[in-house]
Structures are given as C-alpha cells and as structure tokens.
C-alpha cells in the first residue's frame, strides 16, 4: 500500500517538472521559428502579402491550402444554397429516403457539372458497372475478389491515364475534351472508390447473419444509453433492402458536403440517417462547433503569417540548415498538415450536420497528444481508419494476422493517396516502425506488472517507447510527404553528424517528456469518468 502511495506522489512531483519543459520547449521552438523565417523569407518560395500587419508575408506555399482557402467565400454560399434547399424540400414535401435521395443526386449533380463538366460520364459509368457487380456477385463465393479487382483497377487507371481523354475513344467524342470543368475528376474519385467499396460489402453483408449485439452494444455505449444513435450503431444494424437502390446508391457516392474531401462514412450510416437525420448534435452543438472552427481558422492564419514552415519545405531552404533547426521546420510541417486537414475535415462535416447526415470527426486527438502508432493512426484521418478496419483490416483476418495485414493496408493507402515511390517509401517505413510496437505490446500484455515497482518500470520504459516512436513517425512522415525516399540518408546523415547527435539526444527527450505528459491526461481522463 505504501509503494502505491509512493507511486502516485512521485507521478504528483514529477508533474510541474513536466509542463514546465514543455512550457521552456514551446517558448523555444516559438523564439526560434520566428527568428528563422525572418532570416530567410527572402529566399524562400510561396510566401505572399498578408493581412495581420502591413508589411507582413503570409505562407501560402501549399497547394491544397491555398485552393481552399481561396474558395471559402464561394463554397460557403454553394453549401448555405445546398442545405436550404434540401431542408425545404424535406419540411414541405415530408421526404424520407428515397425522397431525399433524390434530393440530395439533383442538388450533388449539379454540384458535380461545375466541378467536372462532360467528364461526369466517366464517373456514372464506372459508378454504374460497380453497382451492376455488386447486385450480381453479391451472393457469391467470388465476390470479394471481383469487386476488389474491379475497384483496384480502375483506380490504378484514372491515375495512370490521368483521367482519360475523350478522343481516345473516338473523334466524335473529341469535343467534349472542352468541357472538363474546374476540377479533376480523377482526384475526388479516389473517395467514390471508398464509397463504392462500402455499397458493396453493406450491401454483401445484408444478406448474411450479423454478428453485431445489438443488446450488449447499447449498454456499453453511453450515446445509445441517453436515447440517442451513434455512428457504430447505424453502420452496424445494416439498412433495409429497398435502401440499395441506385438512386439512393449514386445520391451516396455524389452526397456533396463530403464529395471533395470527406470525412467518410458507411453505406448504411448514410443511407439511416435519409430516414432519420441525425440527432446527436442540437442547432446549439452544431453553432458551437462551426464558432471554433473559425477559432482555428484564425489559429492557422496566425501561423502561417509568422512562421513559414511549409515554405521551408518546399523551397528546399531547410537542407541548408543546422540540425536542430532542421528538426524545428520538420515539426512545424507536420503540426501545419495536421491543421490544415483539421479545417478541411471539420468544415465539410460542419456542413454534413446541418444536413443531418453525421460522419466520424477525422481529427479526434490532437497530433501532440499521440505517443504510438497505433493511436496516432486512429487519431489521423479517423473516418478513413474506420474504413479500412471494416472493409480491408478485418476481411483479411484482423488482428490474427496484424503484422501481415498492416503491410496490405498500408500499401494500398499509398496506392490511395497517389502513385508515388515517396508514398510507397512512407507506407513501408510506417509497417517496419509498426513491428517493434505489435511485439512490446504483447509483451507487455503477458508481463502485467503487479507491484508498484514493476508499474514504475513499465511506465518508464513506455515513456523511453513512446520517444522512439514520435521520432519514427516523424521521419516516416517527412519522407512520404515531404523529402521522399532519396532524403532518407540525407537526414540520417544530419542527425547522426558531429553536430546532430545532441540534437538527436535532446529531441528524445523531449519526447519522453511529451510522452509522460500524455500519461498524465490519459490518467486524468480515466479518473474522470
């Protein structure tokens, strides 16, 4: 009892130690990220006027970034048109499914002309064959491999023919190579995939017992316990059969507050909610999460107005620098990534909950509150995460074949994202990081320490892991988005030189420290509730 007690006040003790590091730390990284993109702005690429101040540079180096902050004004008067139309339509025509699925193919339809013009075509017939073989091989042994094979191609296709041309199918059809739209087609279909993939095994599963508790789910789950449906329940309790028409199948795949970008979301999820709008979040909940949207918006303003780390980036400057500031830039990128994909994400979901359709949120967790890859990766992209568990992870046999299927998901993400050789480099290092963490959890879930000492050391050395997997991440990260395989050995060489293996030693631990303070709210958390 007392090596309990002494356990629990040497946590208390070392908690004001911790933050103030981490307070020291983020003072640090703030004073020297200022002073580097003053030193540099002149050479580095992306940067222009800002707002915040007259003579101030704003980084608008990246390309998705600038897309979509540049369309802001006009998406949000396309979607306020889009969601009163289809809040009128319900309230006055008392629409259910097949109603507002109709709708919603009208209003997505439109929506889908302006962004791609003639090339349209290309996504109902492939949509169309799709829809065809899932009715067909549904209920057969084949299934799997047809559907799969058929998806994989086409989306292996698009990118390697770049959309295809329409003159490659014909003179006649050479005209409408004038009427592509706005947008590429083949970007925003790799998402259709996603939601063909989920037709097809919803609609598969349909017709087979379901394993799901319904009884056992609803006790353990405090949403369904309050009256309320969460999103596993309307996945999981499958849809009635007359929901698979192709009507309310196509309004799935075009639904457009989730076209461009997602968040994801299930068949039967979508198909549920047509019915029912969804319930979880009142007009209150819905306002307050639109409010701190814009409260990040103005975050990610500031950051992009006085620290340029994308710029950096892009521009190659960072190569030119001393390891430790190297190790600033590269993690200001990926704290400017995962800001930027939370705006996307949550103003598209934002959008999606005044409709009534609720999605996962993509960025449950913040990135500085992740110490294994395990929860970073449900953490980053959550929807898509549940996507490939149900559809992929699990089909291949789950976690009794965890070190073999993470090879299969991660390399058909990279296909997913693009087809690039930095992608497939950043999916690879990402399944060889994976192996170390899978064998110490099993080892720690056989130990199960018991005394107060045994709980110190495994906690200690969770927090040494925990290090070792930040750093990991990082440069899995850094490789596939930003210097690719052929950098490998140059930031190898950077921080394992005379002048980096300090830097090296203090970004340990730091990370320890960061780690342990992560324990610290996942304790505070549990102790909570």
């Given at each position: 009892m007392d090596l309990k007690g002494s356990n629990s006040s040497l946590k208390k003790r070392e908690l004001p130690f911790l933050v103030l590091y981490a307070a020291a730390f983020y003072a640090f990284i703030i004073h020297r990220s200022l002073q580097l993109s003053r030193d540099h702005y002149t050479k580095l690429s992306g940067l222009r006027p800002g707002w915040l101040t007259p003579q101030c540079l704003n980084d608008m180096s990246d390309t998705q970034w600038r897309n979509f902050r540049g369309n802001l004004p006009v998406l949000t008067i396309v979607f306020t048109i889009?969601?009163?139309?289809?809040?009128?339509?319900?309230?006055?025509?008392?629409?259910?499914?097949?109603?507002?699925?109709?709708?919603?193919?009208?209003?997505?339809?439109?929506?889908?002309?302006?962004?791609?013009g003639a090339c349209i075509i290309f996504i109902l017939s492939i949509a169309s064959v799709n829809f065809l073989l899932v009715k067909i091989f549904a209920r057969t042994k084949y299934f799997s491999f047809v559907f799969w094979s058929f998806n994989i191609f086409f989306l292996l296709c698009n990118r390697i023919y770049e959309g295809y041309l329409f003159s490659s199918f014909g003179e006649h059809w050479a005209f409408l190579d004038n009427f592509r739209g706005?947008?590429?087609?083949?970007?925003?279909?790799?998402?259709?995939?996603?939601?063909?993939?989920?037709?097809?095994?919803?609609?598969?599963?349909?017709?087979?017992?379901?394993?799901?508790?319904?009884?056992?789910?609803?006790?353990?789950?405090?949403?369904?316990?309050?009256?309320?449906?969460?999103?596993?329940?309307?996945?999981?309790?499958?849809?009635?059969?007359?929901?698979?028409?192709?009507?309310?199948?196509?309004?799935?795949?075009?639904?457009a507050p989730l076209y461009l970008a997602g968040p994801i979301l299930s068949f039967n999820a979508?198909?549920?909610?047509?019915?029912?709008?969804?319930?979880?979040?009142?007009?209150?909940?819905?306002?307050?999460?639109?409010?701190?949207?814009?409260?990040?918006?103005?975050?990610?303003?500031?950051?992009t107005h006085l620290f340029y780390y994308n710029a950096f980036a892009i521009s190659g400057m960072w190569k030119q620098l001393y390891p430790g500031d190297v190790f600033i830039i590269g993690y200001g990128v990926l704290?400017?990534?995962?800001?930027?994909?939370?705006?996307?994400?949550?103003?598209?979901?934002?959008?999606?909950?005044?409709?009534?359709?609720?999605?996962?949120?993509?960025?449950?967790?913040?990135?500085?509150?992740?110490?294994?890859?395990?929860?970073?990766?449900?953490?980053?992209?959550?929807?898509?995460?549940?996507?490939?568990?149900?559809?992929?992870?699990?089909?291949?046999?789950?976690?009794?074949?965890?070190?073999?299927?993470?090879?299969?998901?991660?390399?058909?993400?990279?296909?997913?994202?693009?087809?690039?050789?930095?992608?497939?480099?950043?999916?690879?290092?990402?399944?060889?990081?994976?192996?170390?963490?899978?064998?110490?959890?099993?080892?720690?879930?056989?130990?199960?320490?018991?005394?107060?000492?045994?709980?110190?050391?495994?906690?200690?050395?969770?927090?040494?892991?925990?290090?070792?997997?930040?750093?990991?991440?990082?440069?899995?990260?850094?490789?596939?988005?930003?210097?690719?395989?052929?950098?490998i050995s140059w930031l190898v060489s950077q921080f394992l030189s005379r002048e980096g293996l300090p830097v090296l030693a203090g970004m340990l631990l730091t990370f320890y420290v960061g780690t342990k303070l992560m324990f610290h709210i996942r304790d505070a958390k549990q102790s909570s509730h």
């Open positions: 889009f969601t009163s139309i289809a809040h009128l339509s319900r309230a006055y025509f008392h629409l259910k499914a097949r109603g507002m699925s109709i709708v919603w193919l009208l209003i997505s339809f439109t929506y889908l002309s302006y962004l791609h706005t947008f590429r087609w083949q970007i925003c279909f790799n998402f259709v995939v996603l939601r063909m993939v989920s037709f097809g095994y919803d609609y598969h599963w349909a017709h087979q017992d379901s394993r799901f508790d319904h009884e056992k789910h609803i006790q353990r789950c405090n949403i369904c316990r309050a009256g309320k449906t969460c999103y596993q329940l309307l996945q999981e309790r499958g849809v009635q059969s007359d929901k698979f028409a192709f009507v309310t199948y196509l309004s799935y795949l075009a639904y979508f198909a549920s909610q047509l019915d029912i709008p969804q319930n979880n979040y009142s007009v209150r909940d819905t306002t307050w999460y639109g409010l701190r949207w814009v409260f990040s918006l103005l975050l990610m303003e500031l950051m704290n400017f990534m995962w800001l930027k994909f939370f705006l996307i994400w949550r103003y598209f979901r934002f959008w999606s909950l005044i409709c009534g359709i609720e999605v996962p949120e993509n960025m449950p967790k913040c990135v500085n509150n992740c110490y294994n890859l395990e929860s970073f990766w449900k953490n980053w992209h959550a929807s898509y995460n549940k996507w490939l568990v149900r559809y992929l992870y699990i089909p291949l046999g789950g976690s009794q074949r965890k070190l073999l299927n993470v090879w299969v998901v991660f390399t058909f993400v990279a296909i997913w994202h693009d087809l690039e050789w930095k992608l497939l480099s950043w999916a690879w290092l990402t399944c060889l990081f994976f192996i170390p963490e899978i064998i110490f959890k099993s080892a720690a879930t056989a130990f199960q320490a018991k005394t107060a000492l045994g709980k110190f050391i495994v906690r200690e050395f969770s927090a040494a892991a925990g290090a070792v997997t930040i750093t990991c991440l990082m440069v899995a990260n850094l490789v596939g988005f930003v210097i690719g395989p052929s950098g």
